[in-house]
């Protein structure tokens, strides 16, 4: 099909374009970057003719076909870009084409950690700071897909957002080395060995469970959960040269979302041994000033000031949704490329030990005080149908304690509690008996 008439000028999209199940040309300027919304319910085919098309940091094949659902994303071009799309949701009223005015910046951050690699065996250990929807993670990706891009180097992504779904289900922390090209097709990062056989060289996340949905309900715990990760992390660094030499890509919940004197910026700077900070999105001055006071002695002058990243859009609650869902569906059936079939398993009531983290908006004054971050859990509908459960190390008869600093062995979703039976029915990864090992209860639900 002819070039779509008026679609090169940006400022100007071609009305009436699309809509329909039909290939469309689409032509994107050197430095400009086509912004797109996928929804779950419809599917977008993008095909690059010819030039260098990056999405987060990853290039496109040329003549290679990718497939988008329930995606937000933007399509930059490193040079003049041609390309096919097909979509029948999108018309040429939506289409979105702009500069991308932070692209350079991002360029010569990532050129300044690789001196630090090159000039060190210790490199950078980067902690993205920025409001909500400043491009946090969208930057983070950017610097692991570049990080790897050139050299062989294995630069390991840390997720301290527990609500964010990255290689594993939603409510973890993970530390992920990134050794291979990240999956442009799919907007939790790609599948890993938490989620069955990867058509790509599979990642390995380090998983802690935190259980809830957001730090306020348990700032206690979610700082133990940061601290465990953290003594992993760095376990992992001082035994693996190449990991070490490629550092650390650190992505941190909001600032709105952590307390305002900046404890939490200087707790995670310190188990994590942070050396660059990059504030990503704020504007305000005096929060920098205070920002670069509280951990100025801690990383020196490596305090980078990003504007938003170009593309970065509010991620509304009902899309954030959507990809938590996605990615607890995606760790038991897989994708539609990579199909999974899950092992359902009957268990007794009398043979399941079950805890919860505790909510400090729900539970009693006495809860909150006890030594524990685990609260025991009534095995009945209410409190477990349709419930996803990290299931611990730990044996069945441990003590919360034990339990709470437990590595974690995977996770189930109970199907089915039958109260008249005394019988819940719990879908597993891999086929097998329960193990006999005890259960944590998260804040997540998944109803087919």
């Known amino acids: 099909m002819e070039s779509l008439p008026g679609i090169n000028d940006l400022n100007q999209p071609s009305a009436g374009a699309g809509g329909d199940d039909e290939f469309h040309r689409l032509s994107i300027k050197q430095g400009s970057e086509w912004n797109i919304e996928v929804s779950p319910e419809t599917k977008l085919t993008i095909k690059v003719i010819s030039g260098i098309a990056e999405i987060f940091g990853t290039e496109l094949a040329i003549g290679k076909e990718y497939n988008f659902r329930n995606y937000k994303f933007g399509v930059y071009a490193v040079e003049d870009v041609e390309l096919e799309w097909r979509c029948p949701e999108l018309t040429g009223e939506t289409l979105s084409i702009s500069p991308n005015s932070t692209a350079k910046s991002v360029y010569n951050l990532h050129f300044a950690l690789e001196k630090m690699r090159s000039s060190s065996f210790d490199g950078p250990r980067v902690m993205i700071v920025g409001e909500t929807s400043s491009g946090r993670t969208a930057l983070s990706r950017t610097l692991c897909s570049y990080g790897i891009k050139f050299k062989s180097y294995q630069p390991m992504y840390v997720n301290l957002d527990p609500q964010q779904a990255i290689f594993s289900p ?163 059936y897989g994708t539609p490329d990579t199909v999974l079939s899950p092992y359902a398993v009957g268990v007794g009531f009398e043979d399941v030990t079950v805890y919860r983290p505790k909510n400090v908006f729900e539970d009693t004054q006495d809860a909150q005080e006890a030594a524990t971050h685990l609260l025991p859990v009534a095995v009945n509908p209410s409190n477990l149908q349709h419930a996803l459960v990290a299931i611990s190390y730990a044996d069945r008869k441990a003590t919360p304690e034990v339990i709470q600093k437990a590595p974690i062995l995977g996770f189930g979703l109970i199907t089915e509690v039958n109260d008249k039976r005394n019988k819940l029915r719990i879908l597993l990864p891999v086929p097998g008996a329960l193990p006999n090992k005890s259960m944590i209860l998260t804040s997540y639900r998944y109803l087919e």
């Open 170 to 332: 939603p409510g973890c922390l993970t530390a992920t080395p990134i050794s291979d090209i990240l999956d442009v097709q799919c907007s939790t990062w790609g599948q890993s060995m938490t989620s069955g056989a990867t058509p790509l060289h599979s990642k390995q996340p380090v998983v802690k469970n935190f259980g809830l949905e957001r730090l306020s309900e348990n700032k206690r715990l979610y700082l133990d959960v940061v601290e465990q990760l953290a003594t992993s992390v760095n376990g992992r660094l001082m035994n693996d040269s190449l990991v070490r030499r490629s550092g650390l890509v650190i992505d941190i919940p909001a600032i709105s979302d952590l307390d305002e004197d900046y404890n939490d910026l200087e707790y995670f700077t310190k188990q994590f041994k942070v050396n660059v900070v990059v504030l990503v999105g704020i504007s305000d001055s005096q929060k920098v000033d205070a920002i670069a006071k509280k951990l100025g002695s801690l990383v020196g002058s490596r305090m980078v000031n990003l504007p938003r990243i170009s593309g970065s859009v509010k991620p509304e609650d009902a899309f954030k949704r959507s990809l938590q869902r996605g990615a607890i569906r995606e760790y038991f």
